[in-house]
Structures are given as structure tokens and as C-alpha cells.
């Protein structure tokens, strides 16, 4: 008789740029946002021989922030519009049995920190501090299914928007930029590029809403107008 309960433990977790699940891309490598995923105790350089040789690994991490609200057998799906339903498992929601997320990222390398292994990663959509529960290197002999069909991507592809800086964002952003890391204009543009609006906006091509994202410690106010994402303000969070 199998057993019919597991114990997962996980194995580190991932400092991202993401410091709230709003905007976010939806998939790997929408935009090239970087990780640094530090490991429990007991996980040294050994477990990681051979790791260079892959391009690139699967994380397999868990929901965490979603985890206590359960899961439903039906989602709603944003590629559908936000409003018709997929079974969960004919979904990537992050409300699902055991709520275990997989995303394909490029390896950037593995270094020690005071001689305990850092892995960077880079194209994640993983909130930071999510935990890790298990990495595999991408086999593209056998992950690569060129054949493959997607038949929920005629609906709503990903927006790809023109974003704007403001000349006051522009100038908070050269005042403040030794202190935000060196990709942070053109990954906030990235992602704001997506328009993570609620998928029934998608439409308003002038929104009075003014939205706000957190990304490292910044917080980006920006509005759609005339089609164009316009970042109005960016400032210190803890400010
Ligand atoms: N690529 C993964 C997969 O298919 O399993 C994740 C896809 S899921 C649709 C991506 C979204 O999960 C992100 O846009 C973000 O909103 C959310 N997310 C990322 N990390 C999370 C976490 N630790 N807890 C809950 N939600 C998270």
C-alpha cells in the first residue's frame, strides 16, 4: 500500500526582485529577472558536481504565500480572460493539490558564500523567498517537445505595452540609482510591458487607476494611458 502522505523539507529558498506577488510575470523568462537561491545546512558544494554543464535547471519550489487557501478543482484562467475556468490541472495556478510550482531558468552559476553554495538563477517568476524544494537540470533531449501545442495561446496573448519613464521618475531613478541593482530600469520595464492589470482592464486603454508594484525595494507607481504604461513616481519603499 503506498504511502498517502509525504513530508517535503525544503532545500533553500530564492531572493528575487518580487517582494509581492502583483505583477509577476506569469511564466520564466517573460523577463529576465535574477535569483539567488541560498541552501539549508547540510546541502554543500558536492550535491551541485556537474551543475555547470546545464544551460538551464527546473526549480521546483512551493506556492508558499497561497498555500492556506487551499486549492478548487476549477481556476479561473487569465489566458481566457479572467473569467472562464480551467480544471486546475489543465492550469500552472498556483492554487493546486500540494501547490508545488516548476519553472525553467537559466543557470547563471554556482559561487560560494562564505563557503556555503549560491546558485544564480535568472528569468524567474518566483516571489522572493520562496522555498526550493528540489533542482534538475534541463535535458533538452527529452524536456524540449518542439511538436508541443498550446491551444489556449490564441486568446490572449501577453500584452507587450510601450512603458515610459515620467521626467520625475527618470530623475529619482538617476538620484537613487547607486542603490537600486544595475537592471532595475530595464526589468521594471519588462514586466510593465506585460501590463499586470487584472486581465478584464486589459481593454481601458486610458485607466484612471494608478497601480503600484513593488520590485527590490522600490515602489513604481504607474498608470496606462493612451496605451502607454506611464511610471509616474518611484520611490524608497522604506522610506
Ligand atoms: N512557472 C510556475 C509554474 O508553472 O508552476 C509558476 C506559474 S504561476 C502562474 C506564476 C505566478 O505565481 C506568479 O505570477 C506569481 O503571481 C505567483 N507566485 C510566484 N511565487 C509564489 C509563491 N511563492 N507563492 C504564491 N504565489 C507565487
Not at 552559476?109 to 549560491?118: A, D, Y
Not at 495561446?153 to 529619482?172: C, G, M, N, T, W
Request: with cysteine; charged share 20%; hydrophobic share 40%.
Amino acid at each position: 500500500m503506498p504511502s498517502s502522505a509525504f513530508s517535503i523539507k525544503p532545500i533553500g529558498h530564492i531572493i528575487t526582485p518580487f517582494r509581492q506577488k502583483f505583477a509577476i510575470p506569469r511564466q520564466p523568462n517573460l523577463a529576465q529577472a535574477q535569483g539567488e537561491i541560498h541552501f539549508t545546512e547540510g546541502l554543500d558544494e558536492t550535491a551541485f558536481k556537474g551543475i555547470d554543464g546545464f544551460s538551464h535547471l527546473w526549480l521546483l519550489f512551493v506556492f508558499h504565500e497561497t498555500l492556506s487557501r487551499g486549492w478548487k478543482p476549477l481556476v479561473k484562467a487569465p489566458r481566457l480572460g479572467g473569467n472562464a475556468t480551467l480544471g486546475v490541472l489543465a492550469s500552472r495556478s498556483t492554487h493546486r493539490p500540494n501547490g508545488i510550482g516548476m519553472s525553467v531558468v537559466a543557470n547563471k552559476g554556482l559561487t560560494l558564500h562564505q563557503r556555503k553554495p549560491v546558485l544564480r538563477v535568472a528569468g524567474v517568476d518566483l516571489l522572493c523567498d520562496t522555498p526550493i524544494i528540489d533542482i534538475k537540470p534541463y535535458i533538452p533531449y527529452a524536456d524540449c517537445v518542439p511538436q508541443a501545442q498550446d491551444s489556449l495561446d490564441k486568446y490572449h496573448p501577453i500584452p507587450h505595452r510601450e512603458v515610459v519613464f515620467s521626467a520625475l521618475a527618470a530623475q529619482q531613478l538617476s538620484q537613487a540609482s547607486p542603490a537600486y541593482p544595475a537592471d532595475f530600469a530595464t526589468l521594471t520595464q519588462s514586466i510593465l510591458a506585460q501590463d499586470p492589470r487584472p486581465a478584464y482592464r486589459h481593454a481601458l486603454e486610458d485607466d484612471p487607476k494608478v497601480y503600484k508594484v513593488r520590485l527590490y525595494d522600490a515602489d513604481v507607481s504607474w498608470q496606462v494611458q493612451r496605451g502607454i504604461v506611464q511610471i509616474s513616481n518611484i520611490s524608497r519603499w522604506a522610506e
